[in-house]
């Protein structure tokens, strides 16, 4: 059974997305739409295996924006209605989320933004709490999983008093941290409504624009009401033995807020803290209430001093003389720790040096000075697209080409991991689809050979606009679709290619070599590089071959995931056993080195190398590139 299913009382030990989860079920949410990235996508993960049980309509859209735009347009029906993302994902749908906040909703719309300081599986840390007062949105910020459930239900609550889209703020460690949740009811979930028409209001041409804008200033001003009643902006206080440090607050938010408490009770301090969990509209008159009665506060808040810059404003425009401490006591990198915030609090009492320094991200080896190896990210053992780089490799030194002079405009994805030796095909990465995009401009502006690495969901998440772009422009380059048939890093959500819906309804599997071939590629082709890692090597030498020659060619190297196939087949999904003659074998390295399968180690006493078994997944490509035939199967398939 799923862990976010279970009766009114029950408590169960969730993730902190898993609560949002069960907190969309809970507040009859009836259609949900994402696209995965972490640290959110656990929330739609859980919503998809319970939906057809509870009656709730969720799908896996192609990309942020899309998925904005769907679930937004289902709320303006009368349905409520969810969406979810990563926080450089809000990025992609941020046009369409601009445009929600002057419109307003009908029904109610709660979305995630998942933010991920210290940059744990993303290429920045942005702090998306600025989004919310540029776009007029409100603001939420649990700061453990018990309040993020309960938060979505008032979320929408809120979201229909006041009729504006609601973002719901968590971080990495909030949405993975693990917390009792106890569970509230089901109600009955509407997945239907009716849509009626009012074009002054949903047209937004510039006069109505205009209209919107002062109508979401108006809906703001309401929320602002609300905010200062609200059960999530509330006041700690604190008796404890040192006198000495004067009438000290703390005003803080999300998981932040809950190491100022942990810190304030550890450390036996008197005072008070601010907790804000409905964190904009800022409750303004709760605020200078709270900085009226201290002397000293100090803001404590990932990352950026979005809190401070507000409260140091209604602190000015008030006249209050409260000493304000933020970002010139605490970092702005990086997450925070405890301990960061203990060191924050003491040199705010005066009783320590400031800054304090970001927690440190140094290995762990150099800091504690005991030598740990190190463990680089590896693609997996069978990863076709290991096959795929090794192809392209050797295809490019048949050719004549020297491949550390390609520049390797790789994307966001297992194929990411090119960029690690021995391939070290990765050059340039910004984004989702940035791979053919940025493939244009240095075809342009420079006479290097160049190369896009790109996955097939991220392909019809935002590779199409720039493979039109390259046909349309005519940037030679080189396409590389590495197709493993399912969204493999975030955890195997489907894509376009997989040919089922996220609720596990087969739908079509759309061909990326059809598209390529519809938009005018010079040069289309798929090949299976698992199968015959031969043929794939020629057909891409083909294709490099248009591609010397002014082309745009695209090749598809096609094959399944092979943690999917072992995930979904079991163990008789793994392919055969090898292993290695020791006679025949020359110790060339290729296997082990040049090849870099995991599986495969040299052996210090026989000085060759053998195959691990248990952790070999039968792929069967080093059988197939090893110069002397020293590799053979001893068993066609798994029992």
């Not at 002054?200 to 309401?222: D, G």
């Not at 048949?398 to 990411?416: A, F, Q, R």
């Not at 996220?502 to 759309?510: D, L, Q």
Request: net charge neutral; charged share 20%.
């Amino acid at each position: 059974m799923s862990a976010i299913l279970g009766n009114a009382g029950e408590k169960r030990l969730l993730l902190g997305n898993e609560a949002i989860a069960r907190g969309v079920i809970e507040a009859g949410v009836g259609f949900a739409s994402a696209y995965p990235g972490t640290p959110s996508t656990e929330v739609m993960d859980a919503l998809r295996a319970v939906a057809k049980k509870v009656g709730i309509y969720v799908e896996y859209a192609t990309n942020e924006i899309i998925a904005y735009e769907s679930a937004f347009s289902a709320c303006l029906a009368g349905v409520r209605s969810f969406f979810a993302a990563k926080h450089v994902g809000i990025n992609v749908a941020a046009d369409a989320i601009a445009t929600s906040g002057y419109v307003g909703t009908r029904a109610g719309f709660v979305f995630l933004d998942a933010d991920d300081p210290n940059c744990h599986s993303s290429q920045n840390e942005q702090d998306n709490r600025n989004l919310a007062r540029h776009y007029g949105l409100l603001l939420l910020e649990p700061s453990n999983p018990q309040e993020a459930k309960q938060m979505v239900i008032y979320g929408y609550n809120v979201s229909e008093k006041v009729h504006q889209p609601v973002m719901l703020r968590t971080t990495t460690r909030i949405s993975h941290a693990r917390a009792p949740v106890e569970f509230g009811p089901i109600p009955d979930i509407k997945t239907k409504g009716f849509f009626e028409k009012d074009p002054s209001r949903f047209v937004v041409i510039p006069a109505n624009a205009r209209r919107n804008h002062a109508e979401m200033l108006k809906r703001l001003k309401e929320a602002q009401e609300l905010s200062e009643a609200s059960e999530w902006n509330v006041v700690y206080e604190f008796s404890g033995d040192d006198p000495s440090i004067g009438r000290f607050g703390i005003i803080s938010s999300s998981v932040a807020f809950s190491y100022a408490y942990e810190e304030f009770q550890k450390m036996n301090l008197s005072g008070k803290i601010l907790k804000l969990g409905f964190s904009y509209p800022l409750p303004e008159k709760k605020i200078v209430e709270f900085l009226e009665t201290l002397d000293h506060v100090l803001i404590v808040e990932e990352l950026d001093p979005i809190l401070e810059r507000d409260i140091r404003a209604i602190a000015q425009m008030h006249d209050l003389n409260t000493k304000i401490y933020g970002k010139d006591i605490l970092p702005r990198l990086y997450e925070f720790a405890p301990e960061i915030v203990e060191k924050g609090i003491l040199v705010a009492l005066g009783k320590e040096k400031g800054p304090v320094s970001p927690i440190n991200v140094k290995p762990v080896s150099e800091i504690s000075g005991v030598h740990i190896p190190t463990r680089p990210p590896v693609l997996c053992p069978a990863c076709p697209h290991r096959a795929s780089y090794y192809a392209i490799k050797r295809a490019l030194l048949e050719l004549k080409v020297n491949p550390k002079k390609v520049i390797y405009s790789t994307d966001i994805g297992c194929m990411t991991l090119g960029v690690m030796p021995p391939y070290l095909m990765g050059d340039v990465l910004f984004c989702m689809g940035s791979s053919i995009g940025a493939s244009g401009g240095l075809s342009q502006v420079t006479d290097q050979p160049v190369m896009a690495f790109i996955g097939d969901s991220t392909f019809f998440h935002a590779g199409l606009p720039g493979l039109a772009n390259a046909i349309y422009n005519k940037h030679p380059m080189m396409i590389v679709v590495l197709d493993n048939n399912i969204t493999a890093m975030t955890g195997f959500q489907p894509d376009p290619r997989t040919g089922l819906t996220a609720m596990s309804n087969p739908t079509k599997k759309i061909d990326i070599e059809k598209i390529a071939k519809a938009l005018g590629a010079d040069f289309a082709v798929t090949v299976d590089q698992i199968m015959n890692w031969k043929d794939a090597k020629d057909k891409f030498k083909e294709a490099y071959k248009v591609y010397q020659q002014g082309g745009v060619s695209v090749v598809v190297f096609k094959h399944p995931c092979a943690i999917y196939e072992r995930h979904t087949k079991g163990y008789a999904g793994l392919g055969g056993l090898y292993e290695i003659d020791a006679e025949k074998c020359i110790n060339c390295g290729i296997c082990y080195k040049d090849f870099n399968c995991p599986a495969i180690v040299y052996n210090s006493s026989s000085k060759k190398p053998l195959i691990r078994a248990d952790v070999c997944l039968g792929c069967g490509v080093c059988m197939q590139i090893c110069p002397v035939q020293a590799i053979y199967r001893i068993q066609e398939s798994r029992k």
